[in-house]
Each structure stands twice: as C-alpha cells, then as structure tokens.
C-alpha cells in the first residue's frame, strides 16, 4: 500500500500546498488511524508518504532552500554527509536525497 501510493500518487502529480496539507492529513491522520488497528509501528508501513509529506508541506522558503542545497550537493564530487544533515533535521529518514529532490519538484 504504501509503495502504490508513494509511487502512484505522490511520485505522479504536482501538488499545490493546500493538496499537500490535504494529503499529508489523509495519510498521517486517516491512513495511518487505519494501519494502527493492525500494528503498532504504523510509521514502519507508511514511512516513505510520511516523509514525503513533510516535504511537501514545508514551508515555501525551506523547501527552496533544501532544493538549491540538494541540487549543489548531487553534483558528482560533492560530500554526501552534507547532504544528509538538513534531511536528518527535518526527520526525513525514508527516503534518498534523490528522491526528496524528485519530490521538492512537484509542488507547484
């Protein structure tokens, strides 16, 4: 479930911030409600929507801001560990910094 919806819904679309608020709340309150009544690490099933969603949700002067310092950063040559830092801050675990950068793109 989570991969289908990561790849099939978030990876697919561009999202607007109120979308984002509107997803990040259907998955991290609704969906999340859901897979609890089946295990206690709901987080573990649904990590990667989670994580997308706080990237979708930033604010907008913090999402530019990681953009320009991923896209610096996935240059070849460049530290891999500096990368990694305003990720580990913001609690983005699940995902590569590829993929936050391929996310960062979609909000409108």
Do not use: W
């Not at 978030?10 to 089946?38: E, K, P, W």
């Not at 989670?50 to 907008?60: I, N, Q, R, Y």
């Not at 896209?71 to 699940?94: F, N, V, Y």
């Amino acid at each position: 479930m989570n991969q289908y919806l990561y790849s099939q819904v978030i990876r697919s679309n561009h999202f607007t911030t109120a979308g984002a608020v509107q997803l990040q709340y259907d998955i991290a309150q609704c969906l999340r409600a859901v897979v609890l009544t089946y295990t206690e690490r709901a987080e573990e099933y649904i990590g990667e929507c989670l994580d997308a969603c706080k990237l979708l949700t930033l604010p907008m002067g913090v999402a530019e801001l990681l953009k320009e310092e991923l896209k610096q950063s996935l240059t070849p040559g460049s530290q891999a560990s500096s990368t990694l830092m305003p990720l580990i801050e913001l609690g983005i675990s699940r995902l590569s910094p590829d993929e936050v950068y391929e996310i960062l793109l979609l909000r409108l």
